[in-house]
């Protein structure tokens, strides 16, 4: 988990790998890594989050949520 950011990742939403493919490969500071079809946080990565939205776009399911730990 961040520091700053949270990144949720509901598996049972995810059921399409190729939706999976679709989200997490439009995010652009990485934070999503993409194994046999299921996506998972890359931990280092997850305070690079800039709440753009797009993951959120794509992911038709709701699998994806995102908090912020700070005000």
């Known amino acids: 988990?961040?520091?700053f950011i949270r990144v949720h990742i509901d598996q049972e939403k995810c059921?399409?790998?190729?939706?999976v493919k679709a989200w997490a490969s439009v995010?652009?500071?990485g934070i999503f890594k993409v194994h046999?079809?299921?996506?998972y946080v890359v931990e280092e990565n997850?305070?690079?989050c800039t709440?753009?939205?797009l993951c959120?776009?794509?992911c038709r399911s709701g699998a994806v949520t995102i908090e912020?730990?700070?005000e």
Do not use: N
């Open 1 to 3: 988990m961040g520091e």
């Open 56 to 58: 959120l776009q794509v």
């Open 15 to 19: 059921k399409s790998p190729d939706e």
């Open 46 to 48: 997850e305070d690079e």
């Open 36 to 39: 046999d079809g299921k996506a």
């Open 27 to 29: 995010c652009p500071v």
């Open 51 to 53: 709440f753009c939205g």
């Open 68 to 70: 912020k730990l700070y």
